[in-house]
């Protein structure tokens, strides 16, 4: 994942980082609010580490896959919806819903 990603749903990764970083604290998380280099000095106090190891712990950590509650998103579902289009035949529109292709009915309107 690339820092973007974390910035723009910060709120979003607290759990994430209090599960890498038990040391932290939501209220400070929040005081943070996604800059980077806070971030760094932030985590590099908690721990008690140098700056360069913290930033080294948290390239690795980003490194990682984004958490599946950040990836539900809905701004990440249209992303995605959107990057489906070069499977999506032409004439199609990749939004369309797929109702369509039929529900089996063993539950009637369950969207499957």
Request: no cysteine; glycine share 6%.
């Amino acid at each position: 994942m690339k820092w973007v990603h974390v910035r723009d749903n910060w709120p979003a990764f607290f759990e994430a980082i209090v599960e890498k970083w038990p040391e932290a604290d939501d209220s400070e998380l929040e005081e943070i609010d996604g800059d980077q280099r806070a971030f760094i000095a932030y985590i590099a106090e908690v721990t008690g580490q140098d700056v360069s190891e913290a930033k080294d712990e948290i390239r690795e950590w980003l490194a990682g896959e984004i958490p599946s509650d950040i990836v539900m998103d809905p701004i990440h579902d249209n992303h995605s919806i959107a990057l489906s289009a070069k499977y999506v035949g032409e004439g199609e529109d990749e939004y369309d819903d797929d109702a369509r292709f039929g529900d089996d009915d063993e539950v009637p309107d369950d969207g499957d």
